[in-house]
Structures are given as structure tokens and as C-alpha cells.
């Protein structure tokens, strides 16, 4: 029996070719002659179908070297066809269970070359970080999502038919089949695990590497923002462009965001936000003094970005950032075979025409954010970030269709309440992998009630039924998209036909989970808020919330507080900051918070004294407690 014949999916067969050519061979086998089929005695298949063309495939080739007599150069119809007609012969029955961790380095050497192997080995000794998601019954393909792309393991035990998404694919299913080789070495047999493999086995802060990016922060701490100058921003984007050099994805991406922070205030731009600059400063020395894996604190030395072959996306709507005179749309896209999500960000122009109208990856916004995209031309970054070529040609959008219903997991959620225990054992945001799409998640609908708007604070909320559980959807409005909550509220109270799904971050909260959406789909049709115009709809108006919530009052003080005293700089804080501080220290505590309360204590006595190392230490101490007790409380 070839069991690499009965283990090819209808998926595993559309990702050899596409699922076109899979309809049309099933449907010619359902409709004409059965073809016959012929086993060698060694296990080679012939077909030979009833208008004559035969189709032959030897034992130990992939599906890709079978031969045809048509006149078709790639994998054809008629190949398909083989498969399909063996498996009719000899029955679907599932292969048992495997795991792509059995092939030997021999068998990886000698079908990728020793070239490959070391080149794999290299990335090996740094370290990388890996979602293994082994096969089933139901599904029985293995995957494996690395940094730079996704591998599948289309039928068992033949490597000829593991797959993978970047350019540099055979070294990715080199590190793949390490992966679930040391996944089963350390007893990691679950369905789908998480974890580092590989690196040097010592702690991040023996090698962070971040030396550099940690001296000119501790300047900026101490000089205050107000007081940087270009060359000080020119000396930061340097220090970003060699940890990213250096392999040292997640501290390289908090310099670059730091220094847009500092452009943006030195050009007086609305997007410089005190607090978010004093969470990037607090990020990069988090990193730099955490003991976690190197991989997930500093990231791996794979490159920075990785070319895709062909890769299907789906569509999962849209959000607008920036400014009126600087918009920027970030599109959000999932890989229907693994389930990863990645994003599409682009500055858009400005002008009369609509948000949904302007240009997007060769496209408009409005048909990028609600189609499926095929490309050739994609390339993407560790963090997530994908940018599509400027060769039409090579990327096609088409309507998106029920396409979402057919997403697996992780992206599609199939039990809410296992996603927040999911979160909530994450490991704090400051020192995990920077991936940008993280909590994007797609929630089927089973019920909408509680839809109201918020005046006092400009948010749409309604709470949803969903799979094991409810989840609060919450959005608040936007100058850039000013029809997007009365769009928001039409498509879940069903004005659009039933609410199917919907998309967006998903984020937990004291009350529950929090989904801050991107796109509905109805019976009808598919909604993106955030590109919607016309009238205003008519939504009940709620009294505002008489819960009180003192840790989150008193944490938004305590942290607006520490992100203003860098703002003028530790050197010589302004006079307001102590009073300010202790008004924050007597908050925390009142809040029962009394861990914080010490922190941010020391720090304001430290800021009276004259060691003002001894004041960036207790500044960072306490930064680090109040983001980290804000994120998990």
C-alpha cells in the first residue's frame, strides 16, 4: 500500500496544486468511466484513464515527478487523478499516527544536500522559536510555524511532499523536522505546542548584544526627551539598524518604533504619545535584562525577511492609524493552512477620494481588505509584517467569498474561554516575540445582545455568544473613520443578515475577553468598519458606567507619571514631578497595589537624591512593575 497516496488530503492536494484542478479530476472520476488502475509488484501506480492518457508515478516520488502522457509540463489533472483513483481503489483509510521528527539527518542530507543541513545548523545553535501542530485524524497533516514561514508535512513519512511557504524552504524543513525531533525529546506531545528550539543554552543577558541600545536609552532617560537632538535620533536608528544586523529582531523593532516616537514629537506630530515612548524605553531594557530564551527575548539570527514562493491569504479586514495627513492601513491576512496571520501596512494617500477607494498592494483598500490574495511576489518579516510586490501580475485578488468558514486554528477560535486561560499564561508583553498580528483572532457568532453606545467616552459595545463562552466587542470611535461604529452596530444587529463572524484583537480584561474588531460577516455580506460611509444609525445610548475601576485609574496615573519624568528627563525633573509621584505612590497603595506603591517610591526618592543612576534603576524597576501589573491584573 502507498500510504503517501491515502494520506494526501483534498488540502494537502491543493497546496501540491490547486484546489481547481482537485474539483475537476474528483469530478471527472464521479462522471466518467472509472479509469484502471495498475500496482507493480515495487509499489509503482499507473492510471490509465479512459480518453487515453496515462498517468504514472514511481515509488518514492513525489506527486510533482509523476509523468503524464498530456501535453501539461506541472502537475496536471490526470496526476491529481492518480491519487484520487488509487485512493478509490485501495480506500482513504487515515495513515497512522507519525511524526515528521522520525526522518534522520541522513535522510535530510541526502534529499536537500549537505549545504542546506549546515546552513540549518547555524540557525539551529542561535535559537528559534517554533508552533508545532501535529497531525490528526481529521486533519492529518503536520505543520510547523517558524519565524519566517510555515511548513506542512502533506502526507507521511516522504519529504518529497513537505512544503513550505519561503524561498529558502528546504532549510525551513530542515528546522522543522528538528523541531518536532527535540518536541518529542522533552515530552512536548500535545496536540499543538510552543517552544524554543535549539540556541546556546545560556542566559539572554550573557549575550543580549543590546549594550549599545541600552547606554543611549539610559542617556535619553536621564536628558528627557525635550532635550534629544537629530544626531541623537540618527545615533538611535544606527544602534536599531545594528541589532537587526545582528539577528536581534525584537530589541532592533523597539528602536525603530522609538525613534518614530521621537520624530514625530520633534516634528510636533500627533503621534508622539509620552507613554508609549517610555513603554518602548522600558521594553529594551527588559530585554536586555531578561533571563528567557534568547529566541523569544532578542529574537533568532535568521534573516530579516524572508521571500514567499506562492501563498494564499485570506482577508480579515482592516484598521486605520495615523493622522489625516498621514493615514496608514494595516490589512490583516490569514494563511488558511496554518492558520498564522500576518499584516499589510501601507501609508495611504490623502484627498477627496474614500478611504475604501485609495490604492493598496495594486489593489484598492476596499477589495484588499475583503478578498482572498494569491501572490508571488510577497516577502515577509519576522515580525509578521508582509509587503507585496510592485509586479501586478503576481498578485491576484478575488472576492473573499465563505472563505473565513474554512479557516482553521488558531485564527478561527473554537472555544473563548480556553483563549483567555491561552493569554493569560503568555509571558509578559515586554519580553515576548514582537509578533504584530499576535491576538488576531475570528469568533463565530451564535448570539448579539447588550449592543449600546457610550457617549461619555465615543464607544460602540455589544456582547457576543460565541463557542465556550461570551467575548465583549468594543470600539471607540475615530476621527479617520467616522462612519465605522454607526457600520459596526448595523452589522450586528443584523441589518446586514445574520452576524456569522467576526474578526479583530482579542485582549482580556477584568470583565472577561475584549474584541476590538475588524470585519463582520453576515449572511450577506462582509463588513470592514474602519472603510465605511454613510448615515448615522441609530443605536441605544447607555448611561456611563458607574463601576468603578481604582487599580486601572491608578495605574494609568502611576505609568502618565513616569512617562512624563522622562520627558523632561531625570537629570533635572520638573518640580510637579514629585508631587505628582507621591499623589501616585498614595493611589497604588490605596488601590491595594502595594508592591507598586514601593517601586514607584523608591524611584521618587532616588529622584531626590543625587544618584542619578540610582534614579534610571528605580525609574526602570518600577516602569517594569506597573506595565507588567496593568497587563495581567
Same mark, same amino acid.
Given at each position: 500500500?502507498?500510504?503517501?497516496?491515502?494520506? $494526501?488530503?483534498?488540502?494537502?492536494?491543493?497546496?501540491?496544486?490547486?484546489?481547481?484542478?482537485?474539483?475537476?479530476?474528483?469530478?471527472?472520476?464521479?462522471?466518467?468511466?472509472?479509469?484502471?488502475?495498475?500496482?507493480?509488484?515495487?509499489?509503482?501506480?499507473?492510471?490509465?484513464?479512459?480518453?487515453?492518457?496515462?498517468?504514472?508515478?514511481?515509488?518514492?516520488?513525489?506527486?510533482?515527478?509523476?509523468?503524464?502522457?498530456?501535453?501539461?509540463?506541472?502537475?496536471?489533472?490526470?496526476?491529481?487523478?492518480?491519487?484520487?483513483?488509487?485512493?478509490?481503489?485501495?480506500?482513504?483509510?487515515?495513515?497512522?499516527?507519525?511524526?515528521?521528527?522520525?526522518?534522520?539527518?541522513?535522510?535530510?542530507?541526502?534529499?536537500?544536500?549537505?549545504?542546506?543541513?549546515?546552513?540549518? #545548523?547555524?540557525?539551529?545553535?542561535?535559537?528559534?522559536?517554533?508552533?508545532?501542530?501535529?497531525?490528526?485524524?481529521?486533519?492529518?497533516?503536520?505543520?510547523?510555524?517558524?519565524?519566517?514561514?510555515?511548513?506542512?508535512?502533506?502526507?507521511?513519512?516522504?519529504?518529497?511532499?513537505?512544503?513550505?511557504?519561503?524561498?529558502?524552504?528546504?532549510?525551513?524543513?530542515?528546522?522543522?523536522?528538528?523541531?518536532?525531533?527535540?518536541?518529542?525529546?522533552?515530552?512536548?506531545?500535545?496536540?499543538?505546542?510552543?517552544?524554543?528550539?535549539?540556541?546556546?543554552?545560556?542566559?539572554?543577558?550573557?549575550?543580549?548584544?543590546?549594550?549599545?541600545?541600552?547606554?543611549?536609552?539610559?542617556?535619553?532617560?536621564?536628558?528627557?526627551?525635550?532635550?534629544?537632538?537629530?544626531?541623537?535620533?540618527?545615533?538611535?536608528?544606527?544602534?536599531?539598524?545594528? $541589532?537587526?544586523?545582528?539577528?536581534?529582531?525584537?530589541?532592533?523593532?523597539?528602536?525603530?518604533?522609538?525613534?518614530?516616537?521621537?520624530?514625530?514629537?520633534?516634528?510636533?506630530?500627533?503621534?508622539?504619545?509620552?507613554?508609549?515612548?517610555?513603554?518602548?524605553?522600558?521594553?529594551?531594557?527588559?530585554?536586555?535584562?531578561?533571563?528567557?530564551?534568547?529566541?523569544?527575548?532578542?529574537?533568532?539570527?535568521?534573516?530579516?525577511?524572508?521571500?514567499?514562493?506562492?501563498?494564499?491569504?485570506?482577508?480579515?479586514?482592516?484598521?486605520?492609524?495615523?493622522?489625516?495627513?498621514?493615514?496608514?492601513?494595516?490589512?490583516?491576512?490569514?494563511?488558511?493552512?496554518?492558520?498564522?496571520?500576518?499584516?499589510?501596512?501601507?501609508?495611504?494617500?490623502?484627498?477627496?477620494?474614500?478611504?475604501?477607494?485609495?490604492?493598496?498592494?495594486?489593489? +484598492?483598500?476596499?477589495?484588499?481588505?475583503?478578498?482572498?490574495?494569491?501572490?508571488?511576489?510577497?516577502?515577509?518579516?519576522?515580525?509578521?509584517?508582509?509587503?507585496?510586490?510592485?509586479?501586478?501580475?503576481?498578485?491576484?485578488?478575488?472576492?473573499?467569498?465563505?472563505?473565513?468558514?474554512?479557516?482553521?486554528?488558531?485564527?478561527?477560535?473554537?472555544?473563548?474561554?480556553?483563549?483567555?486561560?491561552?493569554?493569560?499564561?503568555?509571558?509578559? #508583553?515586554?519580553?515576548?516575540?514582537?509578533?504584530?498580528?499576535?491576538?488576531?483572532?475570528?469568533?463565530?457568532?451564535?448570539?448579539?445582545?447588550?449592543?449600546?453606545?457610550?457617549?461619555?467616552?465615543?464607544?460602540?459595545?455589544?456582547?457576543?455568544?460565541?463557542?465556550?463562552?461570551?467575548?465583549?466587542?468594543?470600539? +471607540?470611535?475615530?476621527?479617520?473613520?467616522?462612519?465605522?461604529?454607526?457600520?459596526?452596530?448595523?452589522?450586528?444587529?443584523?441589518?446586514?443578515?445574520?452576524?456569522?463572524?467576526?474578526?479583530?484583537?482579542?485582549?482580556?480584561?477584568?470583565?472577561?475577553?475584549?474584541?476590538?474588531?475588524?470585519?463582520?460577516?453576515?449572511?450577506?455580506?462582509?463588513?470592514?468598519?474602519?472603510?465605511?460611509?454613510?448615515?448615522?444609525?441609530?443605536?441605544?445610548?447607555?448611561?456611563?458606567?458607574?463601576?468603578?475601576?481604582?487599580?486601572?485609574?491608578?495605574?494609568?496615573?502611576?505609568?502618565?507619571? +513616569?512617562?512624563?519624568?522622562?520627558?523632561?528627563?531625570?537629570?533635572?525633573?520638573?518640580?510637579?514631578?514629585?508631587?505628582?509621584?507621591?499623589?501616585?505612590? +498614595?493611589?497604588?497603595?490605596?488601590?491595594?497595589?502595594?508592591?507598586?506603591?514601593?517601586?514607584?517610591?523608591?524611584?521618587?526618592?532616588?529622584?531626590?537624591?543625587?544618584?542619578?543612576?540610582?534614579?534610571?534603576?528605580?525609574?526602570?524597576?518600577?516602569?517594569?512593575?506597573?506595565?507588567?501589573?496593568?497587563?495581567?491584573?
Amino acid at each position: 500500500m502507498r500510504a503517501d497516496l491515502l494520506g $494526501l488530503t483534498p488540502e494537502a492536494l491543493a497546496a501540491v496544486a490547486n484546489r481547481g484542478l482537485g474539483k475537476r479530476a474528483a469530478k471527472e472520476l464521479d462522471t466518467g468511466p472509472p479509469p484502471e488502475v495498475t500496482v507493480e509488484d515495487g509499489g509503482a501506480v499507473t492510471v490509465r484513464f479512459a480518453d487515453g492518457t496515462v498517468a504514472g508515478l514511481p515509488v518514492g516520488a513525489a506527486l510533482t515527478a509523476a509523468s503524464c502522457t498530456c501535453a501539461a509540463t506541472g502537475v496536471c489533472r490526470h496526476r491529481i487523478g492518480l491519487v484520487l483513483a488509487y485512493q478509490r481503489e485501495f480506500g482513504a483509510a487515515p495513515p497512522p499516527p507519525w511524526s515528521p521528527g522520525t526522518f534522520t539527518d541522513a535522510e535530510l542530507t541526502a534529499k536537500f544536500g549537505a549545504r542546506v543541513v549546515t546552513a540549518a #545548523r547555524r540557525t539551529h545553535r542561535s535559537g528559534y522559536t517554533v508552533r508545532l501542530r501535529r497531525g490528526s485524524p481529521a486533519d492529518p497533516v503536520a505543520r510547523a510555524d517558524l519565524p519566517t514561514g510555515t511548513v506542512a508535512f502533506l502526507a507521511p513519512g516522504d519529504l518529497g511532499y513537505a512544503r513550505a511557504d519561503g524561498a529558502a524552504g528546504d532549510e525551513q524543513v530542515v528546522l522543522a523536522v528538528w523541531a518536532f525531533r527535540e518536541a518529542e525529546q522533552r515530552g512536548l506531545t500535545g496536540a499543538e505546542v510552543r517552544f524554543e528550539v535549539g540556541g546556546p543554552g545560556e542566559p539572554a543577558t550573557t549575550t543580549s548584544g543590546v549594550a549599545g541600545a541600552i547606554a543611549l536609552t539610559g542617556q535619553l532617560v536621564l536628558d528627557g526627551v525635550r532635550h534629544t537632538s537629530p544626531a541623537f535620533s540618527a545615533a538611535l536608528r544606527r544602534a536599531a539598524d545594528e $541589532l537587526g544586523a545582528a539577528g536581534l529582531h525584537w530589541p532592533a523593532a523597539a528602536m525603530a518604533d522609538l525613534v518614530e516616537q521621537l520624530d514625530a514629537y520633534a516634528t510636533r506630530g500627533a503621534g508622539y504619545q509620552a507613554v508609549r515612548l517610555a513603554e518602548l524605553v522600558t521594553e529594551i531594557h527588559a530585554r536586555h535584562r531578561a533571563t528567557g530564551p534568547r529566541a523569544a527575548v532578542l529574537g533568532s539570527e535568521q534573516a530579516t525577511s524572508t521571500p514567499l514562493r506562492r501563498v494564499r491569504l485570506t482577508s480579515l479586514g482592516c484598521r486605520i492609524r495615523g493622522t489625516p495627513t498621514a493615514p496608514v492601513a494595516e490589512v490583516f491576512l490569514a494563511e488558511p493552512g496554518s492558520g498564522t496571520v500576518l499584516v499589510a501596512r501601507q501609508s495611504l494617500s490623502t484627498g477627496p477620494t474614500e478611504l475604501a477607494g485609495r490604492r493598496f498592494a495594486g489593489s +484598492t483598500l476596499g477589495a484588499f481588505a475583503t478578498a482572498n490574495v494569491v501572490s508571488e511576489a510577497a516577502v515577509r518579516d519576522a515580525r509578521g509584517l508582509v509587503r507585496f510586490g510592485a509586479h501586478r501580475a503576481r498578485t491576484t485578488v478575488s472576492p473573499l467569498g465563505n472563505a473565513w468558514a474554512s479557516l482553521p486554528a488558531p485564527v478561527l477560535v473554537a472555544d473563548l474561554g480556553a483563549l483567555g486561560s491561552e493569554l493569560g499564561e503568555l509571558p509578559p #508583553r515586554l519580553v515576548r516575540p514582537r509578533i504584530e498580528a499576535e491576538h488576531v483572532r475570528m469568533v463565530p457568532i451564535a448570539g448579539v445582545s447588550a449592543l449600546s453606545y457610550h457617549p461619555g467616552d465615543q464607544r460602540l459595545a455589544a456582547l457576543i455568544t460565541g463557542p465556550g463562552g461570551t467575548a465583549t466587542i468594543t470600539r +471607540t470611535h475615530h476621527p479617520l473613520c467616522p462612519a465605522a461604529l454607526d457600520c459596526l452596530a448595523e452589522a450586528l444587529s443584523g441589518v446586514h443578515g445574520r452576524p456569522r463572524f467576526i474578526s479583530g484583537t482579542v485582549r482580556r480584561h477584568r470583565d472577561g475577553l475584549l474584541l476590538d474588531p475588524l470585519a463582520v460577516l453576515t449572511d450577506q455580506r462582509v463588513l470592514v468598519p474602519d472603510l465605511a460611509t454613510g448615515p448615522a444609525h441609530a443605536i441605544p445610548t447607555v448611561a456611563p458606567e458607574q463601576r468603578p475601576d481604582p487599580l486601572g485609574l491608578a495605574l494609568s496615573a502611576a505609568t502618565a507619571v +513616569t512617562a512624563q519624568a522622562i520627558h523632561h528627563g531625570l537629570r533635572d525633573p520638573a518640580p510637579a514631578t514629585h508631587t505628582a509621584l507621591a499623589a501616585a505612590v +498614595t493611589a497604588l497603595s490605596a488601590a491595594g497595589l502595594p508592591a507598586a506603591a514601593a517601586d514607584l517610591s523608591a524611584f521618587a526618592a532616588a529622584l531626590l537624591g543625587a544618584d542619578r543612576q540610582l534614579a534610571v534603576d528605580t525609574w526602570l524597576r518600577a516602569q517594569i512593575r506597573l506595565l507588567t501589573t496593568a497587563e495581567f491584573r
